[in-house]
């Protein structure tokens, strides 16, 4: 008898230990991306934005100052980091490509979790094509709340009205073309409604109703939640209590607005996924009057996206989750809010590419709670640090490294380079898409010219319509000093580029005057550099 009770607490004692490391060893994971945030937030030194729930988190967790996206545009950025796979290798450098097309073997991060037995799940926008692949996720979504409206693009009659007879207008005089987005109605809206009223706070209320069921079913298997924000990507609707936050008249405009000195003529557009919405100038500057009132709007989505992060933190400390639930934040590319003179994403400078990111973990040193790390990351690397953090096998094929050690030591010795791409901006659509012969049919057909003007007068005979539009792409290095874009014929890669640009944020942070130049050593000592690539950024790791 008494051998049998000590054979009993054996198995107790050994099925004890082993619940309680399943449960240290598999902890949830929360992944929040948010669409179109530069780093204008409190936590990154933002004088204006208003985001005491990020800023919480940020106080809690760890926060990168220098991270990076690998493509400023929505698909290829969520492609890459969905995947672990960079723009270049996958060949997803526009928003209308599916990555599977290209990559149909491809293992996402929420399809890797779910075969190491993770339960997976999203809501709003995580890939960019929203339901871009079902095969990612264990768990059907939920589609409604009981007793609530379904959300509303908007909720002023006067803009549904707006929108609803542009679309009539620019479908009777361009036809098909205008079905890409010449239609998108006014870029702002303020309206008295609640958060759910609009797709963010609505989509925040499901994932917290998914939530509650996945703790209720005590199945045993850790989640991996995903919940997308749409904004602060135009247009930018929230409800009034955000804008209210802010005094309009105390909002600071863009600092520099003009292109950088000695900068190439490819490398930053005319605006077009501003210029599409009704009311915006479809040519020429955006005034003072207007430029204030569009930052108002983007930094009330800022504050509306926060809100709702917040709502979502709470419910795990609600359902009891939270002490073994990672906890990420990232956004998939930065804008431009007049900054150089344009608006929007879709460049290789800084402002586009540098991206909020911020990470929580329920075993973080305690000295690194807090902290801002200056090290070079990437998106690409949250797929590994991820895998790493949940003692899942990286699969062999990512591009992109671990930052698990940064939480032990924030300020160790890291990655020499980060590395974005951009095919050029000048002479793309909004979505990256190489411009179709009938968008210069429409009113951005004198735009156009204007572009194409510049660059052939820079690049003098090298100049080819065909060639500018789609096979050029820039590609940009970040150092911790330098931000080097080289600009190459992707048909002719061991061809002289034909532009390079330099930028030394040492003395230069706001990336307004190219010195490649006036330091053609400098220059060529950086193109070594470029050349060995995102994987001798890492060679002394």
């Known amino acids: 008898m008494n051998k049998f009770f000590i054979v009993l607490f054996l198995m107790l004692t050994t099925l004890s230990c082993e619940a309680r490391n399943e449960k240290k060893g598999s902890p949830n994971v929360l992944f929040i991306g948010i669409d179109d945030l530069r780093p204008e937030l409190g936590c990154y030194g933002s004088n204006i934005a208003i985001s005491p729930n990020l800023d919480k988190l940020a106080g809690q967790g760890l926060l990168f100052n220098r991270a990076y996206c690998q493509e400023a545009i929505c698909g290829p950025s969520r492609a890459s980091l969905m995947t672990g796979i960079r723009p270049e290798t996958s060949g997803v450098t526009h928003n209308y490509i599916r990555f599977r097309d ?289 003692g899942i096998d990286k699969p062999k094929n990512l591009e992109g490294t671990s930052f698990k050690p940064l939480l032990k030591n924030p300020d160790r010795e890291w990655k020499k380079a980060a590395f974005s791409q951009f095919p050029t901006p000048a002479l793309r659509e909004w979505g990256a898409f190489p411009l179709r012969p009938a968008m210069r049919e429409t009113y951005f057909g004198p735009l156009i010219k204007e572009m194409e003007a510049r660059i052939e007068k820079e690049q003098k005979e090298k100049w080819d319509r065909t060639v500018f539009e789609n096979d050029v792409m820039g590609y940009a290095m970040r150092t911790k000093q330098y931000r080097l874009i080289v600009w190459k014929n992707t048909k002719k890669p061991n061809e002289k580029p034909l532009a390079i640009e330099l930028y030394d944020h040492k003395v230069d942070p706001d990336e307004t005057l190219n010195i490649a130049n006036a330091n053609p050593d400098l220059v060529d000592e950086l193109m070594i550099q470029f050349n060995e690539g995102w994987m001798g950024s890492i060679s002394e790791l």
């Open 102 to 390: 290209k990559n149909p073997q491809a293992l996402t991060i929420a399809q890797h979790f779910m075969n190491n037995g993770y339960q997976t799940a999203y809501y709003g926008k995580i890939f960019h094509h929203g339901d871009e692949d079902p095969i990612s996720w264990s768990r059907e979504a939920l589609t409604s709340i009981p007793g609530l409206e379904k959300p509303k693009a908007f909720h002023l009659k006067k803009n549904s009205k707006i929108k609803a007879d542009t679309k009539t207008k620019m479908l009777a005089k361009y036809g098909k073309v205008a079905k890409f987005g010449l239609f998108s109605g006014p870029a702002y809206e303020c309206a008295d409604v609640k958060d759910y009223e609009y797709s963010d706070g609505y989509n925040t209320r499901l994932a917290i109703e998914t939530l509650k069921d996945i703790v209720k079913e005590k199945d045993g298997k850790p989640f991996f939640l995903g919940l997308g924000m749409h904004k602060p990507h135009l247009n930018w609707t929230a409800p009034k209590k955000y804008w209210d936050y802010y005094d309009r008249d105390n909002i600071p405009l863009a600092e520099h607005v003009q292109a950088p000195k000695g900068a190439t003529a490819m490398g930053l557009h005319p605006s077009f996924e501003l210029r599409v919405r009704s009311g915006i100038p479809k040519s020429g500057d955006i005034d003072p009057e207007m430029s204030r009132t569009l930052k108002h709007a983007y930094l009330a989505c800022v504050s509306y996206v926060d809100a709702q992060i917040g709502k979502m933190i709470d419910a795990l400390e609600e359902a009891g989750v939270r002490d073994n639930t990672i906890i990420i934040v990232w956004s998939d590319h930065g804008w431009h809010l007049g900054d150089m003179g344009i608006w929007g994403k879709a460049t290789n400078y800084e402002i586009a590419t540098r991206v909020p990111l911020m990470i929580w973990t329920p075993d973080m040193p305690k000295g690194s709670r807090g902290k801002t790390t200056d090290a070079l990351v990437e998106l690409v690397d949250m797929y590994p640090t991820l895998c790493d953090l949940t």
